[in-house]
């Protein structure tokens, strides 16, 4: 099974990306649109159930039925509140976040489906690869940011908006370590292939 070149395994990941990024900006392009238009005439309806972290404080004390569970408390209680999204602020947040990462998307797919035509052309250490390289790690690196901000801001908005008694509710930032570092792996690689680049400049110059 060949990898690189015509009829190989690069060339059907290039034709795959090539479909995915085609439908990518199709679907993107329905959604913003439908979006824009608004709930009643859109095509897509933009919801999400945020969420906020809550806890007992203080500790709880229980009611107790015999004599044997007497002076118990109920410590480090917690859970999860999940409301529905709702809200001009909220919506425009969304419609944001939307944009943003069907961006995102499709600027991937992009590069990567111009990575795979130069190793379908045998050409793995093309000057340009390493800048598409680059940009694909920090274009996952951007994404996550981006999206453990919206949550968090949707987080921080639930949590204010609620309150009980002896309950307090509170956000936290949910930043994906393992995407953070597929993105700096990613820079790494890029800077790898320019140096090969170079190296292989340098090797046709010679010959």
């Known amino acids: 099974m060949k990898l690189l070149g015509a009829r ?13 990024f085609y439908v990518s900006v199709a679907a993107g392009a329905v959604v913003v649109a439908s979006l824009m238009i608004g709930p009643v005439g859109g095509l897509v309806n933009l919801s999400w159930e945020p969420t906020a972290h809550f806890e007992f404080s203080p500790p709880t004390q229980l009611l107790a039925a015999g004599a044997d569970a007497a002076g118990a408390t ?12 709702g809200g001009w602020g909220s919506s425009v947040i969304g419609f944001l976040f939307c944009v943003a990462m069907l961006g995102l998307a499709a600027f991937v797919l992009q590069n990567l489906r111009m ?39 949707e987080s921080a908005r639930v949590a204010r908006a609620y309150s009980g008694a002896g309950i307090e509710f509170h956000s936290a930032l949910d930043l ?16 790898a292939f320019r140096l090969g680049a170079g190296m292989k400049e340098e090797q046709d110059l010679t010959v």
């Open 176 to 191: 994906q370590v393992g995407a953070i570092l597929a993105g700096i792996i990613l820079l790494v690689i890029a800077e």
């Open 115 to 153: 990575l795979f035509a130069s190793l379908e052309k045998e050409s793995p250490f093309a000057p340009s690869n390493a800048g598409r390289i680059r940009r694909v790690g920090v274009a996952v690196i951007v994404a996550e940011m981006i999206r453990a901000t919206f949550f968090y801001v």
């Open 74 to 85: 109920m410590e480090e209680a917690s859970g999860t509140l999940k409301v529905s999204s």
């Open 8 to 20: 190989s395994v690069a060339a059907r990941m290039r034709r795959v990306l090539d479909a995915l």
